[in-house]
């Protein structure tokens, strides 16, 4: 073999070796860890970098979003409460009246639409970051999947606290200081946390000791049959208040029940759900007039307490929605409430 054959073997040899080794150190890691999602357009600023855990996906976060679009109440009110308005270009989906402390910031922000907006007036707005409360602005019928958005360049968060089985408080403040990370707002979202905290505690103190929970009936909707909560956040605010949810036995987090079961479980009290076309007044008369209740306890008393449902998502309203439930279940030991 001449020298120039052996040039040109050690050459090639040397190349092949060269890519095995990066195959294999690119298939290093751990097995069952999910990449970091990030969009296709994301270029490095050289600011340190944010990995958040979001819904079995990991999102890494190189800056912070500047262009935000927030879909569901409880979401907006999230970034409003920690002062990041200046960052959204878009708003959607109301459930109630925004909270009238955030009012001023809220009507700075473009509203896309009373509900999900279409995938075309989503992007008009050019935006990179979707807030989302439910999992369900992130279908093909909506505005498309996570993957479909991160393509877009457009980072994607869901609460998590408001898509999972059962959900604590502990989870809401836990989507609350990823939201900080994201934008770099830790101090803030931290204050925010420790101020719920703060006001939950109190309530509770207020509440004191309770030997035997209140029985409670969570009334959504419906005639023939009753939708109610069974393993959901407002089951949550409800034990934390000092009550129990007569059908938190019940696996899923909404379900329908009959008015004879209602009967049989007899609750002390009936959380009336307020939102949509039905009022509570005519909710109110729906139950009263139902001769099938007429020996439950809560109807003879006609010991109702109503929430809003923007207080019964998963957002900052959770000591406002535990100070209603609490004084309507323990009012004279709540009288100090605000």
């Not at 970034?79 to 009238?100: F, K, R, S």
């Not at 994201?182 to 101090?187: A, G, K, N, Q, Y």
């Not at 001769?291 to 109503?306: E, G, M, R, S, Y």
Request: hydrophobic share 40%; with cysteine.
């Amino acid at each position: 073999m001449n020298v120039s054959l052996k040039l040109r073997t050690s050459l090639i040899l040397g190349i092949v070796g060269a890519a095995l080794i990066f195959l294999m150190s690119a298939c290093a890691g751990n097995p069952g860890e999910t990449a970091a999602i990030s969009p296709s357009s994301q270029e490095s600023t050289g600011e340190e970098q944010v990995i958040i855990e979001n819904m079995g996906e990991k999102l890494m976060f190189t800056e912070p979003p500047k262009r935000a679009v927030t879909l569901n109440q409880h979401a907006t009110e999230v970034m409003l409460a920690l002062g990041l308005e200046q960052y959204m270009v878009g708003t959607a989906y109301l459930d109630d009246q925004i909270l009238p402390e955030y009012k001023k910031q809220y009507d700075s922000i473009p509203v896309l639409s009373e509900e999900y907006p279409s995938q075309e007036v989503f992007y008009s707005a050019n935006p990179d970051f979707a807030y989302a409360g439910w999992t369900s602005a992130f279908t093909e019928k909506t505005l498309g999947s996570r993957a479909e958005l991160a393509e877009q360049g457009v980072y994607t968060y869901v609460q998590e606290s408001s898509n999972k089985p059962s959900p604590s408080l502990e989870n809401v403040y836990q989507d609350i200081l990823n939201i900080g990370r994201i934008f770099r707002v830790e101090e803030r979202s931290q204050a925010l946390v420790d101020e719920m905290q703060r006001e939950v505690e109190q309530i509770q103190d207020s509440i004191g000791t309770v030997s035997e929970p209140i029985k409670v009936f969570v009334y959504d909707s419906g005639e023939d049959t009753a939708f109610t909560a069974a393993n959901t956040y407002l089951t949550s605010l409800i034990n934390v208040a000092g009550g129990k949810n007569i059908f938190d036995d019940i696996e899923k987090s909404w379900a329908t029940v009959s008015w004879e079961e209602i009967v049989n479980r007899n609750p002390d009290v009936i959380v009336i759900v307020d939102y949509g076309s039905t009022s509570v007044e005519e909710k109110k008369a729906l139950l009263l007039g139902k001769a099938a209740l007429a020996d439950v306890t809560a109807i003879k008393n006609k010991h109702f307490v109503v929430l809003p449902l923007s207080a019964a998502a998963e957002g900052i309203r959770a000591p406002m929605a535990l100070s209603t439930l609490a004084s309507g279940f323990y009012p004279d030991k709540t009288k100090e409430i605000k």
